[in-house]
């Protein structure tokens, strides 16, 4: 170790190394953050101010767009900077921060969409007590929840990385700081920082999708139960939404965390880490708003009264 450089920044390679390809880089990514914050934005203002949207669902939903906001804001600020900068570095307490504070947000996110599919379930399952049950308290302390069990998940995984010494290569052959990039280039042992992110992303992020799952499995049981053809329509249409922002989420995030890693694989790692860290922000608040009615009659309703959409 005395012998060795002590390493106090990482180098993000990005996603491409050609000039021409890093244009294009910069302008799409720079169009995606600016629609992700657009949208989310939009959707938090409406079901704020629109008195049709004061029930449990919008209220989750408003929390959900701004969990997206701050998860794309953490990465792609950054990810822009490096593509056109000289310098493509981030400093190790930078690093540190940015995969930590992705860990807060993912956290905060899986368990605001447990929340929202129990809501789901008490609306379909048991509408007697929906009322009763699903109090604004009740929602609040939920959502809460969420941002503390994300505080938890995040905190649990930094604790280790205190031990932690760089002196190895500094190159990140990313566009941002995951952990398991990061734990690759120390120079000490990493064991206990696997074992903790193992366990970590089976209670923190397993235990959610299992409720979730759960949750689902007697919402569609009791949809099929329903006798009219419409009645089954509409209910399936309140959760499919639901059920396409969760299958996003978790079938990217567990290919990229749960998978070997393999330096054959690194491009699709890349893609992957895109799909539910910069396009799932954009993509969730969208595919809500076409799927509820209310929310698109709330958003044409509050663009209608600006001007500059007259």
Wanted: glycine share 4%; aromatic share 12%; with cysteine.
């Amino acid at each position: 170790m005395e012998n060795q450089t002590v390493i106090t920044e990482f180098i993000l390679l990005g996603l491409s190394r050609d000039p021409h390809l890093q244009v294009i880089f910069f302008l799409l990514f720079l169009m995606i953050f600016s629609v992700t914050l657009l949208v989310n934005s939009a959707i938090i203002l409406v079901t704020r101010t629109d008195s049709n949207l004061q029930n449990p669902m919008s209220f989750f939903l408003s929390h959900l767009a701004f969990v997206d906001i701050c998860y794309s804001s953490v990465i792609v600020p950054k990810m822009l900077e490096n593509i056109i900068g000289k310098q493509k570095t981030i400093s190790l307490e930078g690093c540190m921060a940015q995969s930590l504070l992705a860990f807060q947000v993912a956290g905060a996110e899986v368990f605001i969409l447990a929340a929202m599919a129990y809501d789901r379930y008490m609306a379909i399952c048991d509408p007697l007590h929906y009322t009763t049950i699903m109090k604004k308290e009740i929602c609040r302390n939920l959502v809460s929840g969420a941002w503390a069990m994300g505080f938890l998940y995040s905190l649990v995984n930094a604790l280790p990385l205190l031990n932690l010494h760089f002196c190895k290569s500094n190159i990140i052959d990313n566009y941002s700081c995951e952990l398991p990039s990061v734990l690759a280039l120390s120079c000490t042992q990493t064991l206990t920082n696997y074992i903790v992110l193992l366990i970590s992303v089976v209670v923190f992020g397993f235990s959610p999708f299992l409720f979730t799952l759960i949750s689902y499995t007697y919402i569609i049981a009791t949809i099929l139960k329903i006798r009219s053809a419409e009645g089954r329509r509409k209910a399936f249409s309140t959760c499919s939404s639901h059920i396409i922002v969760v299958g996003l989420f978790y079938i990217a995030a567990c290919f990229r965390y749960m998978k070997p890693s393999l330096e054959s694989l690194i491009y699709l790692d890349k893609v992957v880490s895109i799909q539910y860290s910069i396009l799932t922000p954009m993509l969730n608040p969208i595919i809500y708003s076409l799927k509820n009615k209310d929310i698109q009659n709330a958003l044409a309703k509050m663009f209608g009264k600006c001007k500059f959409f007259k």
